[in-house]
């Protein structure tokens, strides 16, 4: 196996560009259209009070981890993903927990995200670093694909 580092993709960094397209190309793959950020990706990336965070391997990005403080009081994690040939090898628990600290020192109260009940995968590891269910949001993705709301509160770890 090739040597892994978690990256915080900086808006200056001069290889923003390769791997805003990488990052669009793995979107376009794992998520539909609905669920998938592939056309804003770069805009979303330039606002403030954002952060990415990407597993570098073998020379490519094997995964990513979005996430966003709107508020002091809150952060979400709005982007989690592993390519396929880089599943079950820990590279999406190391980069939420890499995601759930950058959002911890921001000295939020509650982080949250939403999660197609239907990805066990995600729910499942959602649930292993702590994270709870608030509600069902119905129609959150699209009028028939509804979404877990999940949070994590300071206090809670
Ligand atoms: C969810 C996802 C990021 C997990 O990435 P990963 O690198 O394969 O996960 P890890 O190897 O770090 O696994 C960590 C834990 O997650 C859970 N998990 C991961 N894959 C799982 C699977 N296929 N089935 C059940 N649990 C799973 C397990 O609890 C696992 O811990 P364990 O190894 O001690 O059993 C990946 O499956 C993915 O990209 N899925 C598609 C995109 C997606 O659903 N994103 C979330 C959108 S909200």
Redesign the pocket.
Known sequence: MGSEVIVELQRNSINWANVVGEIVKIERK??PKH?SLARSFDEELRKKNSGLLYTELNGEV??YAMYSWPSSLCAS?T??????N???????????KAAIEKCKKRKVQRIS????PL??????????LGFQVDSLVEGYYSSDRN?YRMYLDSESD
């Open positions: 794992i998520f669920e094997a995964g994690i982007k989690l993903a592993v390519k396929e880089y599943r079950r090898q820990g590279h999406g628990e190391a980069l939420l995200l939403h999660v197609d990805r066990s995968a995600a729910m499942t590891l959602y649930k292993k979404a």
